[in-house]
């Protein structure tokens, strides 16, 4: 097998600096496509604003993101979904007042066109589009596990529920990259199980995972590859084994001894 | 009752403009979290707009129901041009600002476009050309004893019409979903891929061409307009939306619909000169009870 020319996703020589606070300081990944990737650290160590800069959320201060080895400079929120990147948030940002369904059909923007004369007259082509939208909802929400809540409020779900509904309304933009900012948080320890299988699943699809998370269980068990930050930068990576063992992650974590 | 019933259409069809009006503020309020000052301003320089498409069309030799519907399409559009462009000039740049430059922002642009008529089209009040106001309108279809214009059931149909448009537009558009969706989060919308500056033109577009149809409703109504037309029932539109819950869609119409009702019943079994201390009154009586208005949601449950 002939392995692809360029990384799905590569983070080259990033910086990202609020005022005086440097965030990320000259952080380099890649991402592999079909892969799954993970970025851990202790908290405030720039791991989300890394996820933010990579989706458009925040400008970069020097360095570039390139996609498929094309550098894609100034990124936007919409044009990084246009990409195929979708990704989840750390504290959930689901739509509250819609129900489950309407949050995953949100997820289904990029992939639809149709008009208000298509749903005043609802043209044939248009209830095609229609349904096959929403077929591509009901396969998302059954996917993660949300069979049968789709009329159910969003944020009646309990607490893990509504992350993985966060995830079906990221699946059903049929992104290429998936960007998880810590889906284990609040989690219990066989809630966390599912989610890993949840993970790989994802993966098996064809979508490639990058992500952020603290259970170490849970990244050790998933990932391919391990990115260590610390105070933004990038402190140690490699396969989950020589990351575990490696003397500068622990000191990270548990501080000098 | 005939007069009762009487009473009830010119109610209703005064309801329909403050609805139409009601919808742009709240729509945008519900996108934006701004209070469009300008809006009835731009409900002004559409019921101008539509008066020189009446004046033009009139000399084409075009008349009756096609000459209205010209009317109407002409200064809906050209009330959506200048919604857009008060929103890319005025707003825009200050999307990250306080809340406060916007408002004063907003100030600004409603003094502008007020002179900006005044300077183009004279000081005095324009009157609706009398060869272009069809003749039909004045007609009356007898109900029950009572007499109804047949203008008013135009008027109030046309706005029914409209609202119907607005109402699948949000409802079952991709368009209308993602200005759901920003309304509810901007960045998780922004996430997903929708794109939060088009969905921003786009609800002043539609706001603002609703606006553009109360205008020429209103100068139909009156027969004439001047450049102070935006400011009262600006405010009036705006308490009406407030009413109905700032933000609700089906709020804006509700609230138009009552406010338009009381002041036409206070006018005609009241007294006419309290009839704008009675809708304030209102207000101030639903906001007491039900502070997000009448069907508003919390602001905390959409964080």
């Not at chain 1, 097998?1 to 609020?18: D, G, K």
């Not at chain 2, 919604?83 to 990250?96: F, H, Q, S």
Request: glycine letters at 12%.
């Amino acid at each position: 097998m002939i392995a692809p020319a360029h990384p799905l996703l590569s983070v080259e020589r990033l910086s990202v600096a609020f005022g005086g606070l440097q965030a990320v300081s000259n952080v380099s990944l890649e991402v592999p496509s079909g892969a799954i990737i993970s970025l851990i650290g202790p908290n405030g160590a720039g791991k989300t604003t890394l996820f933010n800069c990579v989706t458009g959320f925040v400008a970069a201060s020097s360095g570039r993101v390139c996609w498929e080895g094309t550098p894609v400079g100034g990124l936007r929120p919409e044009r990084a979904a246009s990409l195929g990147m979708a990704r989840t948030f750390q504290n959930l940002r689901l739509f509250g007042s819609m129900t489950c369904a309407q949050n995953v059909r949100i997820g289904t923007h990029r992939l639809e066109n149709e008009g208000l004369l298509g749903a005043v007259l609802g043209g044939l082509a248009w209830r095609g589009r229609r349904e096959r939208m929403e077929r591509i909802v009901l396969e998302a929400m059954a996917f993660v596990g949300l069979e049968g809540e789709a009329d159910r409020p969003a944020t009646s779900l309990p607490y893990g529920l509504q992350r993985r509904l966060e995830i079906a309304r990221a699946l059903a933009s049929a992104p290429r990259l998936l960007l998880l900012d810590e889906p284990a948080a609040g989690m219990n320890p066989s809630e966390k199980r599912d989610l890993a299988g949840l993970v790989r699943r994802i993966r098996d699809r064809g979508v490639t995972v990058l992500l952020i998370e603290h259970d170490m269980p849970v990244v050790m068990d998933l990932s391919e590859r391990i990115y260590v930050l610390d105070h933004g930068e990038l402190i140690c990576e490699g396969a989950p084994a020589a990351v575990r063992s490696d003397p500068r992650v622990v000191e990270a974590y548990l501080g000098k001894a | 009752m005939a007069d009762f019933l009487q009473q009830t259409v010119n109610g209703l069809s005064l309801g329909c403009v403050y609805a139409l009006l009601a919808l742009g503020y709240t729509m945008v309020y519900g996108i934006l979290q701004l209070i469009n000052f300008a809006h009835g301003e731009v409900y002004m320089v559409g019921a101008y707009a539509g008066i020189l498409a009446a004046g033009w069309l009139v000399a084409t030799g075009s008349s009756g129901l096609l000459l209205l519907s010209c009317v109407f399409l002409f200064a809906m559009a050209y009330a959506a041009v200048v919604g857009l462009a008060v929103e890319r000039i005025a707003y825009r740049p200050l999307r990250d600002a306080p809340r406060l430059c916007l408002l004063i922002s907003a100030m600004g642009v409603s003094f502008f476009l007020q002179n900006a008529v005044m300077l183009t089209q004279g000081k005095g009040d324009k009157v609706f050309p009398q060869e272009a106001y069809p003749a039909f309108l004045d007609g009356v279809i007898p109900v029950a004893g009572a007499t109804i214009g047949v203008k008013q059931v135009l008027l109030v149909s046309s706005s029914l019409l409209l609202m119907a448009f607005l109402r699948v537009l949000v409802l079952h558009t991709r368009t209308g979903r993602a200005m759901r969706a920003v309304a509810q989060d901007r960045v998780a919308a922004a996430l997903v891929g929708v794109r939060i500056d088009r969905v921003v033109s786009m609800t002043f577009a539609i706001g603002s061409a609703l606006a553009g149809a109360a205008g020429v409703i209103v100068s139909l109504e009156y027969r004439q307009v001047g450049t102070t037309l935006g400011f009262t029932a600006g405010l009036k539109a705006f308490t009406a939306a407030v009413l109905g819950g700032i933000g609700s869609i089906p709020g804006a119409v509700l609230g138009g619909g009552l406010l338009g009702l009381t002041e036409t019943y206070t006018a005609r079994y009241g007294a006419s000169e309290y009839k704008d201390a009675v809708a304030f009154v209102l207000l101030i009586a639903v906001l007491l009870l039900r502070p997000t208005g009448i069907l508003g949601h919390s602001q905390a449950g959409r964080a």
